[in-house]
Antibody, heavy 123, light 108 residues
Framework: QVQLVESGGGVVQPGGSLSLSCAAS????????VYWIRQAPGKGLEWVTV????????YSADSVKGRFTVSRDTSKNTVYLHMTSLRREDTARYFC????????????????WGQGTLVTVAS | SYVLTQPPSVSVAPGETAIITCGGD??????VHWYHQKPGQAPVLVIH???GRASGIPERFSGSNSGDTATLTISRVEAGDEADYYC???????????FGGGTKLTVL
């Protein structure tokens, strides 16, 4: 069955960096883009980023553009979210979720989600 | 940037029908997806592409989308339907994913 498992969360100081991993299994990893979506404590869902299946380009929310990048390692069926210049407002549970590329350059629903990994930005 | 507006809360008695709206400028031209999330759990896809039920979702759940409003309808509501519900679209104008603020469904 489709499974996504996030890891790498933890406590980091403001201005610091952290990389999250999303290990995928149960499907052809190279055929599906992956979203990163976050949820601050007690708040709603916020879309963060998506990258193309080959990692050639990505789209990101304005709140993280220039600070967060995505990479993929097809040999490990893993997507990474590299976060730099972290701010207190980046504190959230980060979910990865499988999606599909749609016509016209759009992306579809998040049909399978991981359980998330918690990132806390605090001094 | 594109904005999706949901009511913060909806309350309904068991057996009644819950209607959760998602408003957005000309949202009828976009594909809308719906998720539910129970406390401490990851979100789960409920409806995709406006009207399609995700795998394992009961027929009591249905979606529609027209004009400036998309709607998730839950018929014969059960206690187990109590959750936060989120709508989601891809905005091709900005190349951004967008979520609504979420609606807490309370079953009285």
């Amino acid at each position: 069955q489709v499974q996504l498992v996030e890891s790498g969360g933890g406590v980091v100081q403001p201005g610091g960096s952290l990389s999250l991993s999303c290990a995928a299994s149960g499907f052809t990893f190279s055929a599906y883009p992956v979203y990163w979506i976050r949820q601050a404590p007690g708040k709603g869902l916020e879309w963060v980023t998506v990258s193309s299946v080959d990692g050639g380009y990505q789209y990101s929310a304005d709140s993280v553009k220039g600070r967060f990048t995505v990479s993929r390692d097809t040999s490990k069926n893993t997507v990474y979210l590299h976060m730099t210049s972290l701010r207190r407002e980046d504190t959230a549970r980060y979910f990865c979720a499988r999606t599909e590329a749609r016509s016209g350059g759009s992306y579809g629903e998040a049909d399978h989600w991981g359980q998330g990994t918690l990132v806390t930005v605090a001094s | 940037s594109y904005v999706l507006t949901q009511p913060p809360s909806v309350s309904v008695a068991p057996g009644e029908t819950a209607i959760i709206t998602c408003g957005g400028d000309d949202i009828g031209t976009k594909s809308v997806h719906w998720y539910h999330q129970k406390p401490g759990q990851a979100p789960v896809l409920v409806i995709h592409l406006d009207t399609g039920r995700a795998s394992g979702i009961p027929e009591r759940f249905s979606g529609s989308n027209s004009g400036d409003t998309a709607t998730l309808t839950i018929s014969r509501v059960e206690a187990g339907d109590e959750a936060d519900y989120y709508c989601h679209v891809w905005d091709t104008g900005s190349d951004h994913g967008v979520f609504g603020g979420g609606t807490k469904l309370t079953v009285l």
